[in-house]
């Protein structure tokens, strides 16, 4: 099953009031793996960002004065997500500005659900912990994802928190990254979770714990109680103790 995990920034909260897309960023999942295929745009929205906005994300107008325009990137976005399920957290909020930003196209693009299905992690949160702030923030902190990264909201940074979540939420999962994936996506180092399995010692019996065992087996047949037929000599040499 492909999956895309996605998140957007905006230059405010309502596409109703005409405010735009300035960051998408999408990460794809095959089989609850982290391909490490991903896709991610700055846009220029053509018109300014709320200062409130600006205060979550830390994008400014400066910065996206150089960057495309959606309807460049639109097709490749469409492309990429097509077929697959998005995995948005409160995902009404980023459809909304997305079917916004497709229509605005003049007919080439139909709604977003028309290419793919749509998963809510939030409504999924609210079912598994009513009752409970369940943003993303919270989230990691209840699943234990290190969000020390997160200075800002960061649409690809987002999707990266969000992927950990989801796969904890959904019925836990360690391995990420399928076998064919060796390469990071931005900022993914809180994804390398395989990083940071401690190494456990190997600790060997010693001499008299391997003669207790023999003692205990010989007694063990004694009674009748051992199934296999003969006992095998353990010797345990000093480089093992």
């Known amino acids: 099953m492909r999956q ?9 909260l309502s596409p109703q009031a005409g405010h735009r897309i300035i960051e998408i960023g999408c990460l794809e999942m095959i089989n609850r793996r982290i391909t490490g295929s991903h896709l991610h745009f700055y846009i220029n929205p053509e018109r300014h960002i709320e200062r409130v906005a600006a205060e979550v994300h830390g994008i400014t107008d400066h910065f996206l004065l150089d960057k495309p325009l959606f309807a460049t990137i639109a097709d490749e976005l469409i492309n990429y997500i097509q077929g697959a399920e998005l995995v948005i957290h409160n995902a009404p909020f980023d459809v909304a500005f997305l079917d916004y930003e497709l229509n605005r196209l003049g007919g080439k693009f139909q ?8 998963v809510d992690t939030l409504v999924m949160a609210r079912r598994k912990h009513p009752g409970q702030h369940n943003n993303l923030d919270a ?13 800002y909201h960061g649409a690809l940074l987002d999707a990266e928190l969000l992927v950990q979540v989801y796969l904890l939420m959904t019925g ?3 391995q990420l990254f399928g076998d064919e ?11 390398r979770r395989n990083d940071l399995r401690v190494r456990l010692p190997v600790l060997k019996a010693t001499a008299e714990e391997v003669k207790a065992h023999q003692a205990l087996l010989h007694w063990l047949r004694r009674q009748g109680r051992v199934l296999w037929p003969n006992e095998e000599e353990v010797v345990v040499g000093e480089s093992e103790r």
């Open 172 to 174: 836990g999962q360690t």
């Open 181 to 191: 994936f060796t390469g990071s996506v931005v900022n993914t180092s809180s994804f």
């Open 4 to 12: 895309i995990i996605l998140d957007t920034e905006t230059t405010g």
């Open 111 to 118: 709604s977003i659900e028309s290419y793919c299905t749509v």
């Open 139 to 151: 989230l990691c902190r209840r699943y234990h994802v290190d969000r020390s990264n997160r200075h």
